[in-house]
């Protein structure tokens, strides 16, 4: 099992940059991947990356705002966050799949506890 923790979230201004970074204790994935939750919505799926190849994938909202990265010594996953706007304030959820080019949240079966982050204008 990975044990995985967030950190890096909080308030921000609209159009501002934050940076969340996922720290796991194991290296028994495949794919590393963010999700974010709204009050009153569903969890949904933000970016992810694969361990292996450092492949990408984005949820179409990002609009290039979004940049997911790793750091293989630390093991860490990086979510760099631009221009961010108020309909971006949400729980945001570190996750591990052991599968690769895992972008349904069923396929992941380690979870952070979240870190909140408030985008404020």
């Known amino acids: 099992q990975v044990q995985l923790v967030e950190s890096g979230g909080g308030l921000v201004q609209a159009g501002g940059p934050l940076r969340l970074s996922c720290a796991a204790s194991?290296?028994?994935?495949?794919?590393m991947g963010w999700f974010r939750q709204a009050p009153g919505q569903e969890r949904e799926f933000v970016a992810a990356?694969?361990?292996?190849?450092?492949?990408?994938y984005y949820a179409n909202f990002v609009k290039g705002r979004f940049t997911i990265s790793r750091d293989n010594a630390k093991n860490t996953v990086y979510l760099q966050m631009n221009r961010l706007k108020a309909e971006d304030t949400a729980v945001y959820y570190c996750?591990?799949?052991?599968?690769?080019?895992?972008?349904?949240?069923?396929?992941?079966?380690?979870w952070g506890p979240g870190t909140q982050v408030t985008v404020s204008s």
């Open positions: 194991g290296r028994t994935f495949y794919t």
């Open positions: 996750a591990a799949a052991s599968r690769n080019y895992a972008r349904d949240q069923k396929l992941y079966n380690s």
């Open positions: 990356i694969n361990w292996s190849d450092d492949s990408t």
